[in-house]
């Protein structure tokens, strides 16, 4: 049964869509109207070739994202634009087909790619047009919410990222320290080793198989082992040498920062494989600054230098052993990273706050758009 004052339309009678047009890089001219591609702004051009409010989505490669265009564009020739709302509200069709699953209705080819017929056949829910201001107008409340936290997210990395780069070289120092820093290797107060190259034999589907940490395995300072290779326990010997203890940072040897995990919680029985690296503090080091040295500005240049002309990024762990560092005494070093782990911890928070809004608006958007969750129009 449809909602009360809701009716049932096909797509092609609510957001009548159109192929975009062909604007290669030679005839584009310096403007300032926006060329949104299917993935979205890509250049400027000097003449718009739709009328704004417009909304935009991927006809072939990128698939599934909706952009909403709030002044005069040039849709591409890879994207669909609606050419006419049929009398319904811009924003809220916006919404509509940003709920929409595109994924659906692409060609099964090499190529991803939508039909705007096969999208015009398709029946949708479409409220009163008061109603469909009330919804967007609501959701729009959320973007805002994301948007405002999104920009907080983003300053908050820079602000950690300039502090990374200032105390992690003695060019800004915390309160209460002074003398001159060392200059040595980073491996004087940290040991750096990896683990085995296995063969196919060795792996086993057993669940209690012992886990062979891999470079896929981490991502963006998180471990996840739901996918991980295991094998079995009576493989190698030397489990303890290759075992993770808590606040062990582990590192794809790839010069990829989003290849990186701190381990935490607990102690990890496991094995790395050969290219996946280890850092553990010696005596004179501490182990979180020895992590944020790995991660700093300097250091992943100098991978990236090193590894630089091959087909896949690489580095030796005799390359970054001898990597020249800034050495503080201990007591500093414990300092400077309890600042750089508290920024962490706020940025960790604000990622949290910016998953739960997400997921909120997302919930709220199945319920607004069926009228499961209906609205008071003034």
């Known amino acids: 049964m449809l909602p009360e004052g809701w009716r049932k339309e096909k797509l092609g009678a609510v957001a009548e869509f159109q192929r975009g047009f062909d604007l290669p890089q030679s005839q584009r001219s310096e403007g300032s109207v926006p060329i949104i591609s299917s993935s979205g702004a890509s250049g400027f051009h000097d003449t718009a070739k739709a009328l704004a409010p417009g909304i935009v989505t991927g ?26 709302f049929h009398g319904n509200y811009p924003k809220y069709l916006y919404y509509l087909l940003s709920n929409f699953d595109f994924s659906k209705f692409s060609d099964k080819t090499g190529v991803p790619g939508v039909n705007r017929n096969d999208l015009h056949a398709v029946n949708v829910l479409v409220p009163p047009l008061p109603e ?12 805002r919410a994301i948007e405002g936290t999104e920009k907080l997210l983003a300053n908050s990395q ?7 780069q200032q105390l992690l070289t003695g ?17 004087e107060i940290a040991h750096i080793d990896t683990g085995f190259a296995f063969k196919s034999s060795e792996f086993t589907d057993d669940a209690n198989g012992m ?16 996918n991980c290779k295991r094998i079995r326990l009576n493989s190698l010997s030397g489990l303890e040498k290759f075992s993770l203890k808590i606040n062990d940072f582990i590192f794809g040897m790839s010069g990829s920062l989003s290849n990186f995990a701190w381990v935490k919680n607990k102690n990890l029985p496991c094995y790395l494989n050969q290219r996946v690296g280890r850092i553990r503090s010696k005596a004179t080091g501490d182990q979180q600054f020895s992590s944020y040295l ?9 991978i990236e230098d090193k590894a630089a002309g091959a087909a896949q990024l690489n580095i030796s762990l005799n390359d970054i052993r001898d990597m020249k560092i800034h050495i503080p005494p201990l007591s500093e070093q414990k300092a400077i990273a309890a600042v750089l782990t508290t920024a962490d911890t706020e940025i960790t928070a604000i990622e949290s706050d910016l998953t739960r809004l997400r997921q909120e608006k997302k919930a709220l958007m199945q319920q607004l758009l069926t009228g499961k969750r209906r609205v008071t129009v003034d």
């Open 59 to 84: 006809r072939y490669g990128s698939i599934g994202d909706v952009f909403y265009v709030e002044e005069a564009y040039w849709p591409l020739n890879t994207a669909l634009w609606v050419k006419d």
């Open 132 to 143: 469909q201001k009330k919804i967007a107008a609501i959701l729009s409340t959320w973007d």
């Open 158 to 164: 820079q602000q950690k990222k300039a502090l990374m």
């Open 171 to 187: 060019k800004k120092r915390l309160p209460g320290f002074t003398g001159e820093w060392k200059i040595g290797a980073i491996s």
């Open 211 to 226: 886990p062979v940490i891999r470079m896929s395995d981490l991502k963006d300072g998180t471990l996840n082992l739901e």
């Open 294 to 302: 790995y991660l700093s500005e300097k250091i992943q240049k100098e």
